[in-house]
């Protein structure tokens, strides 16, 4: 394995040609470059360094069926349940049934999960009928990530270029046919030939002011593939997590569904178990229901707090003090035994307590926040995508295995199940053609722009980003409605259109393949990225805002108040093709 750092020289130290590009390196990235065949010269491009996205922050576990009084019909009976009748059936039944195989081939590279009595342990978790969610304590998906990256670095025909952003998708202008990336590297901007381009960028999180997500997830790999042309799906559904650790200061840390499906209690301030009052699983209802419940409960209390102070201002002195608006309920361990905690949750122990949350004597203040997209670019049980020669695959693809609500921990093993059929890739899949004369080896320096212009444009991007996130948050959240997503997709098109005249995108958004460009700037490469970033996040909320304003009705996911009931009419799929929004056939289970 060649290790590529940041500060070298894409022209000098990295090649222009690989016979397949991987672009992402969470857990979909890692194994999919992993299992294709090592007879191929593979690119792994990560646009931090290995082991940032969100497979590395996944903490509940991967589901499968290994216990032999579990079944794979109850494992799809229950995938297709959370999903709300979006499920493609064939991809659930794939998804499932591969399980098994691929959790043995984790466990032959070394994962270390939790076991019990020699044999790997199994929790609960919400919406599964059956204990199926193998773990590594609280910190899963770091330990897939971290074996997966030990195997990765022991392969020889893998290079990974840290710190490298994938800006757009290279088209053969003749055939449409996907045939690399421009790549902004080592301050330059330059295009690299793949016989294929494999998309695993994970998700669209920090398109919303509360999410999970790492910094890391700006839905890049949905947003270049949508700008080529590539169709894409069901892109309303985003997944809020019902528990998020909700402290001024701190980040929306999750607080893992394990924690409910080991027995803690969501309660709100008075100690009540409001989510019975909603549902009757409580607790271990689906996401989305868990999630409404807690933003529904939490306007009631909001409500109730505005009535009793306008009744306290008539009875009291004006200088009697107004009842803060209530911001989170609590997540209440106290029925699990400590040493269940100490064993299972020993980082949500260490994080809580940096925050002031001792989780054994007092509950955790939690809230809901943007977590999983079930949307993302169309592809078949392959990976393939719609346009020739470009697969995608993890939380950047959308298979169908999730529907409108993705079943708990199914989200890892999708990552390994879709990522182990690029083993299958064939020499006819892969158009490798060498024509390196075509590539420029002098990169022309970027016209000069004064210090103080770039620094005025970068505070303005940071300043863009920051509003959509709050705009996103306050229009395309839990709860939806049409004049509200009209209103922010009218001001999320001037902020487009802001965008698109800074002077750097002028430059940029003009490029071609014949251009490589070098820019000579201290800490380019970040600037580069900002730019990068904030361009996706711009073109993730706008099919965010449009998708839901389509789908007139509600459906996992995506709820909507002025439509709270399930359609029939809309048991579809929501596709995307540059402009053009339309249904998908129904879909029948």
Known sequence: MTLLPSDSSLELDSPTQFDILVVGAGAAGLYAALCLPDTLQVGLITKDTLSTGASDWAQGGIAAVIDPTDSLALHVEDTIRAGAGLCDLDAVKFLVEYAPECIQSLVDMGVAFDRKENQLALTLEAAHSRPRVLHAADTTGRKVVSTLTSQVLQRQNITVLQQAFAVSLWLNSETGRCQGISLIYNGQVSWVRAGAVVLATGGGGQVFAQT????????????????????????????FHPTALTKPGAPRFLISEAVRGEGAHLVDAQGHR????????????PRDIVSRAIFSHLQRQAETAKEETADTKEKAPLSSSVLPTPQCV?????????ETIRYRFPNIIQVCQQWGVDIFNEPIPVAPAAHYWMGGITTDLMNRTSIPGLYAVGETASTGVHGANRLASNSLLECIVFGAQLARITPDELSITNQESSLPHSPSPVPSLAVQDWATQMDRMTALRFELRQLMWQSAGICRQQDVLENAIATLDSRRQEFAALPLSQYLLNLTPVDTVRFDLPDADRQLRLWGETYNLLDVACLILKSAAFRTE??????????PQPDPNWQVHTLVQKKQ?????????
């Open 212 to 239: 999970t997500n790492p910094e890391v997830s700006t839905g890049d790999g949905v947003a270049i593939a949508w700008r080529a042309g590539a169709i894409l799906q069901d892109l309303e559904f985003v997944q």
């Open 274 to 285: 409001f989510t019975f009052d909603y549902h009757p699983d409580g607790e271990l209802a």
């Open 330 to 338: 609590y997540l209440d361990l106290q029925s699990i035994p400590a």
């Open 554 to 563: 509600s459906r996992g996911g995506h709820y909507r108040l002025d439509y």
């Open 581 to 589: 929004w339309w249904k998908s056939s129904p879909i029948g289970i």
